[in-house]
C-alpha cells in the first residue's frame, strides 16, 4: 500500500540551529513528495516538492532531496527561526486521482 | 486565480445534530476535490474526493457523508453527529501535482 511515516515530535530546537525532519514513505507506484506546513490555527500549505528521484525541492531556506534507494523525503533547514514554528507534514500523491497520503504530522517549536 | 473557500470557521454542534460543511474553488473548472480531517494530536486522513459533479468516492466508513451538487462545490455531511467526528476539518482541490488546502473548519461535537 501507499504510506508515510515522520519522525514523532514534538521537536523543540534554539533559533539558528539545524533542522532535520525524516520522512519515509511505502508506495506502489512512483508517488510525488511533498512537504505541507500548518502555521497555528491556520490551514496546510505547500511548502516544497519533488516529483521525480533526486529532485530536490526548496523554498523559504528549506530542502528535501526524492531519495528513490532509501525511500526517504527528508527536511532540512539550515538555520531556524522562530517563526518556523509550526506543524510539518510529508505527504506522497500517486494514483489517477491524485489521492495524498500524509504522515502524521510534526511539530515544531524553536526557541529563542 | 484560483480560490478555495471553506466555511464556517469554526463550528460547536450538540451530539444527534446534523452537519452540513460547505467548500467552494474558483477560477478553475472540473477540479478533483477532497475532504480531509485532522483528529486531535493526529495526521490528515482522507475521508471522500470527488472527480465530477455526483461522483463521490468514500476512503474510510463513517458518519460522514458527501456530495457535490456542482462542478465547483462540494459538501461534508451528517445527519447525527457524534462526538468522535470532532476535528479540523479541510477542503483540498488538485491541479497536477499538487493540493490547494482551504483554511479549515474546527469542528467541536458536544
Known sequence: ?112 | SQTIHQWPATLVQPVGSPLSLECTVEGTSNPNLYWYRQAAGRGLQLLFYSVGIGQISSEVPQNLSASRPQDRQFILSSKKLLLSDSGFYLCAWNQGHAYTFGSGTRLTVV
Not at chain 1, 507506484?29 to 511533498?34: D, M
Not at chain 1, 516529483?51 to 525511500?71: H, L, M, V
Open chain 1, 1 to 112: 500500500g501507499n504510506s508515510v511515516t515522520q519522525m514523532e515530535g514534538p521537536v523543540t530546537l534554539s533559533e539558528e540551529a539545524f533542522l532535520t525532519i525524516n520522512c519515509t514513505y511505502t508506495a506502489t507506484g512512483y508517488p510525488s513528495l511533498f512537504w505541507y506546513v500548518q502555521y497555528p490555527g491556520e490551514g496546510l500549505q505547500l511548502l516544497l516538492k519533488a516529483t521525480k528521484a533526486d529532485d530536490k525541492g526548496s523554498n523559504k531556506g528549506f530542502e528535501a532531496t526524492y531519495r528513490k534507494e532509501t525511500t526517504s523525503f527528508h527536511l532540512e533547514k539550515g538555520s531556524v527561526q522562530v517563526s518556523d514554528s509550526a506543524v510539518y507534514f510529508c505527504a506522497l500523491s500517486i494514483g489517477n486521482f491524485n489521492k495524498f497520503y500524509f504522515g502524521s504530522g510534526t511539530k515544531l517549536n524553536v526557541k529563542p
